[in-house]
């Protein structure tokens, strides 16, 4: 069964930084356009980053422009989102994706068939 495991969540310093990871087993992320996606309580889930199956196509939502940054590694079969420069208002689940596409239409969660069960993201001074 196709499976996506984030890893890296915690508490951090406005101003700080923290990796996410997620590991993808049962299929290869390289043949898969993937997300990360974060849910704060009582909102909806928003598109953070995402790229395309080739990694020529990366799209980060407006929000954490010039402050996240989304990669992968195939040989490891992970995912990753690097961020920097956190603020309290980056607080959130974040969940990785993925769609059996070479390309995404949007980054938005609507578009992502499969799901990881999300880790939590704490910015606070």
């Known amino acids: 069964q196709l499976q996506l495991v984030e890893s890296g969540g915690g508490s951090v310093q406005p101003g700080g930084s923290l990796r996410l990871s997620c590991a993808a087993s049962q299929f290869s992320v390289e043949y898969y356009a993937i997300g990360w996606f974060r849910q704060a309580p009582g909102k909806e889930r928003e598109g953070v980053a995402c790229m395309s199956s080739s990694g020529g196509r990366i799209d980060y939502g407006d929000s954490v422009k010039g402050r996240f940054a989304i990669s992968r590694d195939n040989a490891k079969n992970t995912v990753y989102l690097q961020m920097n420069s956190l603020k309290p208002e980056d607080t959130a689940v974040y969940y990785c994706?993925?769609?059996?596409?070479?390309?995404?239409?949007?980054?938005?969660?609507?578009?992502?068939?499969?799901w990881g069960q999300g880790t939590q993201v704490t910015v606070s001074s």
């Open positions: 994706a993925a769609v059996p596409t070479l390309l995404f239409r949007v980054c938005a969660a609507a578009g992502f068939d499969y």
